[in-house]
């Protein structure tokens, strides 16, 4: 069985407030924290950065073989660029000191949470499909492998990475689950032995 968690119910089987932002608010907001550098390591703690590097000809020639292949693209990027940009005019005097706050806190606070405990939707969205209970591990049972029960079933969450890998450095006694972290959410995988277990226990 595979099914997606978006990033909204996320929130919701977490009991988590999504907050709403005028459209394009956000982009703008994204783009004054570039600027004030508000959300930088030394301000909210450390955040990993992405890096692209591009390497080959000279721009000259590059630029050349680009325009050739597609001489209109830079006057329509432009164009579409300057409609946003007026898109952006529209809003901007919806944004104040307290929609900014919102936004702040539920990058720093609210999204770092979720990050942290997506797990336990997992777990809730699964009890949630068979209606059965779900609970998570203890520290005793973590160190076994175990990060939580369905109904009285233990499992372990996994990466699917995880089951990619040639050699696992662990011996895991009990079900995995594995997931998958998408743009706009998580793709869980139940491998079938478990999801037959689990129709057995809920009667479905």
């Known amino acids: 069985m595979e099914f997606k968690i978006k990033n909204e119910e996320i929130r919701k089987l ?5 907050p709403e932002f005028p459209k394009y608010a956000t982009q703008i907001i994204n ?11 030394k301000v909210v703690g450390q955040m990993s950065e992405l890096i ?20 209109e693209a830079i006057d329509e990027a432009t164009k579409k660029i300057v409609e946003m940009i007026n898109n952006f005019r ?11 706050r919102q936004w702040v806190r539920d990058l720093v606070i609210i999204k770092t949470f979720i990050g942290l405990k997506f797990q336990e939707a ?8 068979f209606k059965l209970n779900y609970k998570l591990s ?15 079933i233990p499992v372990s969450l996994k990466p699917i990475t995880y089951k990619q890998k040639e050699m696992l450095p662990e011996e895991i006694a009990v079900d995995i689950i594995y997931y998958e972290k998408k743009k706009d959410g998580l793709k869980v995988i139940i491998p079938p032995q478990l999801e037959e277990k689990l129709r057995q226990l809920s009667n479905i």
């Open 31 to 41: 783009l004054a924290n570039q600027n004030a550098q508000a959300t930088r390591p």
């Open 90 to 100: 529209e809003v901007i005097s919806q944004i104040d000191e307290n929609l900014v």
């Open 52 to 71: 692209k590097e591009f390497t080959g000809k000279s721009i000259e020639e590059w630029e050349k073989w680009y325009m050739d292949k597609h001489p």
């Open 138 to 152: 203890t520290p005793e049972e973590e160190s076994k492998g175990i990060d939580g029960y369905v109904g009285n």
């Open 122 to 129: 997992i777990l809730k969205k699964i009890a949630d499909k």
């Open 14 to 18: 977490l009991n988590i407030e999504t």
